[in-house]
């Protein structure tokens, strides 16, 4: 069993360390509000007084907080970075590829070895094995942090020595969930108003899971060999489907803003020529249009 420190106790954190105890890992936590850590306690985990003193008990350390930016707050406090030097730091927070890139560069100048992980999983989830985790980083460091890596997700993928491209899969999935979590949002709104049983719309929604698996995986296939020509549905057919739920949502006096937002995306596609196109050449327009803002 291994030496391991974990640093942050919320959620995911939590869940994280208390994996590790289960697994009989000799854990090390610290979080910011050091009550998250009682339950921890009792079950065996040792609460450490500061984070160079987490950082220092293990080999390795994990950390899981907020962001990138609440990472950098914890590890360059104090003595923290000194204590890093020689040690393995996975990062498991979630955040952009060029905040991974950037945390790579810095703790390589602190002389950290550093891997940067994403989870695909709920906390629940955490130590079994529908937990995935996708991470980036020196393959010998992924080989060294296997046994406690392994103790976290059953799904364990090294993406390749790239630091950035664990943070890479995870923008990408989370946008995949956005329009996920938002479209079921705006159907339960519709089924509320319709007086429809959300738990039913659940259900059969549910039902269609394998369909929607096999559309996601042939989405894949068509945007990587540009074969969007001769869909089973047009563009223009879902196009216009969906800009008749601005209708209903006027009818049923429900927001409009989801259907608004999603027929505008389509609208654009088809005036640009992709109409008779799949779905999924959306992304053609995306393409030529470029960002229209400053990011946040
Ligand atoms: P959470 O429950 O809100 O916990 C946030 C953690 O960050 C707490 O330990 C908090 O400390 C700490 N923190 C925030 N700002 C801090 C600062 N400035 N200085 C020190 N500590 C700070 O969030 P979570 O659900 O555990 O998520 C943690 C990470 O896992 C996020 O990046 C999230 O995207 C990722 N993740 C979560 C899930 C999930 O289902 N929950 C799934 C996949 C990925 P305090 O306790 O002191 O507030």
Redesign the pocket.
């Given at each position: 069993m291994e030496q391991v420190t974990v640093i942050?106790?919320?959620?995911?954190?939590?869940a994280l360390a208390a994996a590790l105890v289960r697994a009989g890992h000799r854990v090390t936590v610290w979080?910011?509000?050091a009550a998250?850590a009682d339950a921890l306690i009792a079950a065996g985990a040792r609460l450490a007084s500061d984070p160079e003193t987490a950082i220092a008990a293990s080999p390795i350390t994990i950390v899981?907080?907020?962001?990138y930016?609440?990472t950098s707050?914890?590890l360059t406090s104090d003595a923290a970075p000194a204590a890093l030097g020689g040690r393995t730091l996975v990062q498991?927070?979630?955040g952009t590829p060029r905040q991974a890139r950037e945390m790579s560069a810095w703790a390589a100048e602190t002389g950290a070895r550093y891997l940067d992980g994403k989870?695909?999983?709920?906390?629940r989830q955490i130590g079994g094995p529908e937990a995935a985790m996708f991470l980036a980083g020196s393959a010998a460091v992924f080989e060294e942090a296997k046994p406690v890596l392994k103790s976290l997700a059953g799904g364990l993928t090294h993406l390749g020595e790239e630091p950035g491209i664990a943070a890479a899969y995870f923008s990408a999935g989370l946008a995949y969930l956005a329009g996920h979590w938002i479209g079921f949002a705006h159907g339960a709104h519709i089924a509320e108003a319709e007086g429809i049983d959300v738990n039913a719309l659940g259900e059969m929604l549910g039902g269609f899971a394998p369909v929607l698996g096999e559309d996601l995986r042939h989405m894949g296939r068509v945007v990587a060999q540009g074969a969007f020509a001769e869909p089973e549905s047009a563009l223009k057919t879902a196009g216009n489907d969906i800009a008749r739920l601005i209708d209903q949502a006027a009818d049923a006096g429900i927001s409009d803003a989801f259907p608004r937002f999603a027929a505008g995306l389509f609208q654009e596609a088809i005036r640009a020529g992709h109409g008779a196109e799949e779905h999924v050449a959306i992304i053609r327009t995306m393409r030529d249009q470029g960002p229209r803002q400053p990011a946040p």
């Open positions: 942050g106790l919320g959620e995911m954190g939590g979080n910011r509000t998250r899981c907080v907020s962001d930016t609440a707050a914890i498991l927070s979630s989870i695909f999983a709920w906390p």
